[in-house]
Structures are given as structure tokens and as C-alpha cells.
């Protein structure tokens, strides 16, 4: 499973940005991926997740009331819509896939890097 993550960019406080991770294996309705973050200096954080099949969503608490999750079968694409950006969303972002069964985020794409002028 390959992952491409994309979307990122320079952004004012206040505006919105949509990433994208394309995922190159077709068949994953026993999937669940994820958005993680890291910002300058501090280790990765989790964001929050999507199950493939169901599309069922799930946030950390920091982020639940601006970030939204979706996913397009079609595509095999998944989303992070960010609203309201704040100067500390500044972060490489991370998209991870696993099996539902596995304990581990198995699969990972190389990052996208936002960064939000104050």
C-alpha cells in the first residue's frame, strides 16, 4: 500500500485547507486510515481516523470542532478538511493506513507541510 499525501500549503490564521492521501491499494474495506501531525520541535500527533467501509470518524479532542475526515471510494482518497487554521496547526501532516485488526498504523504517506502565518 502505497500513500500520497498533498494539499498543503501557506495559509493566513483563519482561512481553510483540504488535504488529500491517495491510496494506491483498491481494496480496502477491512481499512482504517488516519491523519497524524508533527509540529517543529514536538513529537507526532494523532488527529483523527476513518474507518474505510463505514466512514465512520473519530478526532482527538484538540482539533474535533475544526477538522473534518471524509473519504471518496471512488477516488480512494481520503480528506482532512481544516477550518479556522490557527498558527499552532503549523505541522507536517501524516496520513497512516491499517488493517482493522492490526495494532499498529502499518502503512504511512511522506507528508504535507502546513503552515499558518499569524
Known amino acids: 500500500v502505497q500513500l500520497q499525501a498533498s494539499g498543503g500549503g501557506l495559509v493566513q490564521a483563519g482561512g481553510s485547507l483540504r488535504l488529500s492521501c491517495a491510496a494506491s491499494l483498491r481494496t480496502f474495506s477491512r481499512y482504517i486510515m488516519a491523519w497524524f501531525r508533527q509540529a517543529p520541535g514536538k513529537e507526532r500527533e494523532f488527529v483523527g481516523t476513518?474507518?474505510?467501509?463505514?466512514?465512520?470518524?473519530g478526532y482527538t479532542d484538540s482539533v474535533k470542532d475544526r477538522f473534518t475526515i471524509s473519504r471518496d471510494k471512488a477516488k480512494n482518497t481520503m480528506y482532512l478538511q481544516i477550518y479556522t487554521l490557527k498558527p499552532e496547526d503549523t505541522a507536517v501532516y501524516y496520513c497512516a493506513a491499517r488493517n482493522i485488526g492490526a495494532s499498529m498504523w502499518t502503512y504511512w504517506g511522506q507528508g504535507t507541510q502546513v503552515t499558518v502565518s499569524s
Open positions: 476513518i474507518t474505510w467501509s463505514e466512514g465512520i470518524t
